[in-house]
């Protein structure tokens, strides 16, 4: 018996590709080709050279050593005044000085303080009209900085069309981030040790008192023992 027939006719179609016929067709081509390789390179480096570039300036913050803050412990002198055997009690420790500062650079009271001072509005609104708000100036400042912190290590940076100018905000703002946190933990150190002395000169003063009213009493209490003996004829002591 032999297989029935299909009724439908069986196409077959050849996969097979000529390389002669496509390199004759793209030969006949080159020019074509050639030409849209030539204005695909000229559009790369026309919009390479009208595209501002944008420099990024970055330095690395390092946490300080204990030598360095050493002269802000002067807090510990409370622990002698209290008679406190725990030297460590209220120390300020390199890693909390260090965190301090990472939360002023994010400090927006701090970034307006440093724009201000550093005459920085005309530099970052140039242009300005009279719809630009000084907040819109201020936001743009912070999104320009970058603070990071990769594996224990913190670095901030700043982008900007001028690297010379990128490289000399980065490195004073992080220089004036330091000086005000060290001003804001002396004032707080100096605060703290004015209420500690206020509050001994209380206590002080509280003593005092007490004592006096102690004498004034005793003294009523001898003055009336006295009158007492005398009214009674008592002579002796």
């Known amino acids: ?7 439908y006719p069986q196409q077959f179609e050849d996969d097979t590709i000529d390389l002669y016929e496509l390199w004759i067709t793209l030969w006949n081509r080159k020019w074509l080709v050639i030409a849209v390789t ?17 420099y990024k300036a970055e330095t690395l913050l390092l946490p300080p050593k204990a030598k360095d803050i050493q002269s802000m412990n002067v807090l510990g002198i409370q622990n002698t005044v209290k008679g ?25 009271n701090l970034q307006k303080k440093f724009i201000q001072e550093n005459g920085l509005m005309e530099l970052l609104a140039p242009v300005r009209t009279p719809e630009t708000r000084d907040e819109d100036i201020y936001k743009g400042f912070v999104e320009l900085i970058k603070l990071e912190d990769v594996k224990g290590i913190t670095s901030l940076s700043i982008e900007l069309h001028d ?7 980065v490195n004073d703002f992080a220089e004036f981030v330091d000086k005000e946190t060290i001003a804001i933990l002396v004032d707080d150190l100096r605060n703290s040790i004015a209420n500690q002395i206020r509050d001994i000169e209380y206590t002080i003063a509280s003593k005092r008192q007490m004592a006096k009213q102690r004498r004034e009493d005793q003294i009523i209490r001898y003055a009336e023992a006295a009158t007492i003996a005398e009214s009674l004829g008592i002579n002796r002591r």
């Not at 018996?1 to 009724?7: A, E, I, L, R, V």
């Not at 000229?42 to 390479?48: F, L, N």
């Open 38 to 54: 030539v204005v695909a390179a000229i559009g790369s480096v026309v919009y390479a050279l009208v595209i501002p570039r944008v």
């Open 1 to 7: 018996t032999f297989p029935n027939p299909s009724p």
């Open 163 to 169: 690297a010379e100018i990128a490289a000399q905000w």
């Open 84 to 108: 406190d055997t725990n030297s460590n009690l209220n120390r300020i420790s390199a890693n909390a000085v260090f965190t301090n500062f990472k939360q002023n650079l994010n400090s927006r």
